[in-house]
């Protein structure tokens, strides 16, 4: 073997030396990672599962989250406080509120973190009500029954939107939202309207449907209502005087927009269209579709000729005004363009088959497009 094979060949041995030990380091530091987060793992499951006990734990204010953690593993809340503090820094958890706290040795890491983190027990999410924008009260409680958590609850749930002692209550609780108008004797369910279209998590294995309602009630306080207070009173034009909407007669205009918009722009320009039929003449309906499948009780694929008859407090085809109240849950983009609609001089406006809105501003040009997108569909 020439001096150059003995170089050649130490190459090679050098070369997979260097590979085998690369490997090796790698297998020790995936082995070290997954030993590493099974430790975090252990560390993090609660103290004892099956407790239950609850003991008052104190944060003062200023401490650090090794502070918090060694408090805790003191007070037998955790297992190892060096293991929650780095579950604090994996997870960018830094902004503690102070206070007292009941605290378990059944809670796990993100329980007592989330705890801390909001300042309010966090609970484990079992399952979550979602309602959609423009659902009617009939429809959250439909949606209700296909909701694991509180499915059979519906029933109740219908019983509580009738029951006048429960209704009477809220209004109590809620004084500055919920007024005498929603018990008009006209009215078909006092809180349509009312419950905000939202996702709201289930927290309890058998949940308080008055609670919920609360919650819903909260949302609609919290967004829609603030949104009215933000206004400082919402006014119209009407006959040459400025007349005030109350909050009632405002959430129902924005239902109206939400049951008969398909985006963003028509919105306002829907709102405009109702605003300035309102402003105009006492003696000019509203004439919006919407209300009568709300006052037919069903679900209407088309509104035929002689559905804009029926007797009901809620055809704004036989009646001027507003319905007596909301048809359905409004969403945000229908309270802000009720709050701020276009400025235009549209009177009519009718969709076509694909759901594309046509304004017009006199009854001719409404005609005009009826024949073209819908006679001629």
Not at 16 to 37: C, H, N, R
Not at 90 to 113: C, K, T, V
Not at 294 to 310: K, M, N, P, S, T
């Amino acid at each position: 073997m020439s001096k150059y094979d003995d170089i050649r060949f130490s190459k090679n041995v050098s070369s997979y030396l260097s590979l085998f030990i690369i490997a090796l380091l790698a297998v020790l530091f995936i082995l070290g990672a997954f030993f590493i987060y099974m430790y975090i793992k252990s560390g993090s499951e609660p103290l004892d599962p099956n407790s239950t006990e609850v003991k008052e734990v104190t944060i003062e204010q200023g401490s650090s989250s090794g502070m918090i953690g060694d408090q805790l593993e003191n007070e037998e809340i955790i297992r190892n406080g060096t293991m929650f503090e780095l579950y604090l820094k994996l997870n960018s958890i830094s902004d503690y509120h102070a206070g007292s706290y009941e605290l378990s040795p059944s809670m796990n890491f993100e329980q007592i973190a989330k705890t801390l983190e909001t300042g309010r027990i966090y609970e484990e999410v079992l399952g979550r009500l979602t309602i959609p924008e423009g659902f009617t009260i009939e429809q959250i409680a439909a949606q209700m029954a296909d909701q694991e958590q509180i499915s059979g609850q519906e029933d109740r749930f219908l019983e509580l939107m009738e029951d006048e002692a429960f209704i009477d209550t809220l209004i109590e609780e809620y004084p500055d939202m919920l007024s005498e108008e929603i018990l008009a004797e006209d009215v078909k369910y006092a809180l349509e309207g009312y419950l905000y279209p939202a996702t709201y998590d289930i927290t309890e294995e058998e949940p308080d449907i008055e609670n919920l309602v609360r919650r819903m009630l909260d949302a609609t306080r919290n967004n829609t209502f603030s949104v009215y207070q933000s206004s400082n009173g919402y006014s119209i034009t009407f006959e040459g005087e400025t007349e005030e909407l109350s909050f009632h007669e405002f959430l129902t205009l924005s239902s109206l927009i939400e049951k008969e918009a398909t985006s963003l722009a028509d919105r306002s320009k829907i709102a405009s269209v109702f605003l300035n039929r309102m402003s105009e003449s006492p003696s000019m309906p509203l004439q919006t579709d919407p209300t009568i499948a709300y006052a037919i009780g069903e679900h209407q694929e088309r509104i035929l000729f002689e559905d804009l008859e029926v007797e009901d407090p809620y055809n704004t085809y036989t009646n001027t005004g507003l319905p007596p109240g909301p048809i359905a849950s409004p969403g945000m983009q229908s309270v802000q363009s009720t709050m701020n609609p276009s400025n235009t001089d549209f009177y009519y406006f009718l969709a076509d088959s694909e759901g594309n809105n046509h304004f017009a501003r006199t009854f001719e040009e409404h005609v005009e497009n009826r024949e073209q997108y819908i006679n001629n569909q």
